[in-house]
C-alpha cells in the first residue's frame, strides 16, 4: 500500500479529509503515529497481548505474519575460559528466537549443540550441576543475554563453533516524501512504504487512526479505531 492511499485512510478514519479546523495532521504526526502502531502491534503478536492471546508462533496466521522478521545471522565475538561472547546484538534486534551453534574439541570433529536460553541469576547452579552444565558428550549447553550481548556457556569443555543467532527484528519505519522524519528531524527525499501485507496495513491504519484520536481527544474514533485493530486481528 503507498503513503497516499495511508495517508488518506487514516485521514478518513478520523473524518478529517476536509477539515480545516485545529484537528488539521502534519505528515509527520501520521509517520509517527503509524510507526507506533507497527512496533505495538508487533510486541502484542510477539507476547500473545492479543485478542486470541496467540504469540509468535501459536498459529498458522501468526507464523505467516511475523515471518517477515524473524532473520538469522552469524555471531560474531570471542572465547573466553568459561563462555563465548558475542559483539553487540544488532541494531534492529528486536526479540530473541534462539541460538545455534556447533562445539569442537582438540581432538574430535565439530558436533551440533542444543542451545537453551537461561536466566543469568541461575548461571552458577547450572554450571554446577551434573545434568544440566555445558557438555560436549551430550550435545548440550545453555546461553543468557546480558549488556546487550550473548553468552554461550562452555565451562571449558569445548570450543563454540559457527554460532547463529535466530531473532526478531524491528519492523522498517516509514517515511513520506518531503516530510520531516520525526525519528531524525531530516526531511526524507523518497517514500518508505510499509513492509506488511495490506490486510495487516489496514489493522495497522486503525491502530494509528486510535492513536491520533487519542492525541486530539476524539473519544468516538479512539474506540472504533481500537475495536477494529483487535476484531480483525
Not at 203 to 214: N, Q
Request: with cysteine.
Amino acid at each position: 500500500m503507498n503513503n497516499s492511499i495511508l495517508q488518506l485512510k487514516i485521514k478518513q478514519r478520523l473524518n478529517k479529509l476536509a477539515s480545516n479546523d485545529y484537528d488539521n495532521l502534519e505528515g509527520w504526526q501520521i509517520i509517527e503515529a503509524f510507526n507506533k502502531a507497527q512496533m505495538e502491534w508487533v510486541r502484542r503478536q510477539l507476547h500473545a497481548g492479543n485478542v486470541y492471546r496467540e504469540g509468535d508462533e501459536g498459529s498458522k496466521r501468526r507464523i505467516d505474519d511475523l515471518q517477515l522478521l524473524l532473520l538469522q545471522v552469524p555471531l560474531l565475538g570471542t572465547q573466553n575460559t568459561l563462555y563465548f561472547e558475542s559483539t553487540d546484538l544488532p541494531a534492529d534486534y528486536l526479540e530473541y528466537k534462539r541460538v545455534s551453534t556447533f562445539a569442537k574439541t582438540e581432538c574430535c570433529k565439530p558436533e551440533t549443540m542444543t542451545v537453551y536460553l537461561a536466566e543469568e541469576a541461575n548461571v552458577d547452579e547450572l554450571l554446577d550441576d551434573e545434568f544440566r552444565k555445558p557438555s560436549y558428550e551430550w550435545g548440550e549447553t545453555f546461553c543468557t543475554i546480558m549488556g546487550n550481548r550473548i553468552r554461550i556457556y562452555t565451562a571449558s569443555d569445548f570450543d563454540v563453533y559457527n554460532p547463529t543467532l535466530t531473532y526478531y527484528r524491528k519492523p522498517r519505519y516509514i517515511q513520506i516524501a518531503n516530510v520531516v522524519d520525526p525519528y531524525t528531524g531530516l526531511t526524507s527525499t523518497t517514500d518508505v512504504i510499509c513492509e506488511f501485507k495490506d490486510d495487516i496495513v489496514e489493522l495497522l491504519i486503525d491502530e494509528a487512526a486510535s492513536i491520533l484520536a487519542g492525541d486530539i481527544e476524539s473519544v468516538n474514533q479512539f474506540a472504533r479505531g481500537t475495536q477494529n485493530a483487535e476484531r480483525n486481528n
